[in-house]
């Protein structure tokens, strides 16, 4: 398929700057994690609103680890199809392109509306 080199370059490279970025936000959600959890060390027993941002953060650092497994095998797929030349791998390049993508999209998306949330009711 003419082109499909080029294609499976920039998916490739479109993953790989994913992935960075989801990195980079992983390490700045963790920081702020941290911040804000050693607050709350000497408490027993935390509040009901301290627990649920507890397992929020585990939930989230769990999706950024999916969402790294999903890059990388949207980088892997993307690869093999590039290596063996084959337009019948195309499909699955795709698939694994779009599931990478897609996971990162939440991720972030559900990042910047809790962000947004977060500093709403600190303005209320």
Do not use: C, K
């Amino acid at each position: 398929m003419p082109g499909q080199e080029m294609l499976l370059g920039a998916m490739i490279a479109a993953i790989a700057v994913v992935w960075s970025i989801g990195v980079a936000t992983y390490w700045s959600v963790w920081n702020y994690f941290y911040s804000w959890s050693n607050r709350f060390r000497g408490v027993v027993g935390p509040r009901r609103l301290v627990r649920w941002w507890y397992w929020q953060n585990l939930g989230v650092f769990v999706m950024y680890a999916v969402a790294g497994a999903a890059a990388f095998a949207g980088i892997l797929v993307s690869g093999f199809a590039l290596l063996r030349d084959s337009p019948a791998a195309l499909p699955l390049a795709w698939n694994a392109f779009a599931v990478a993508l897609g996971v990162h999209f939440g991720l972030f998306t559900f990042e910047i509306l809790t962000s947004i949330l977060h500093v709403w009711r600190r303005l209320n």
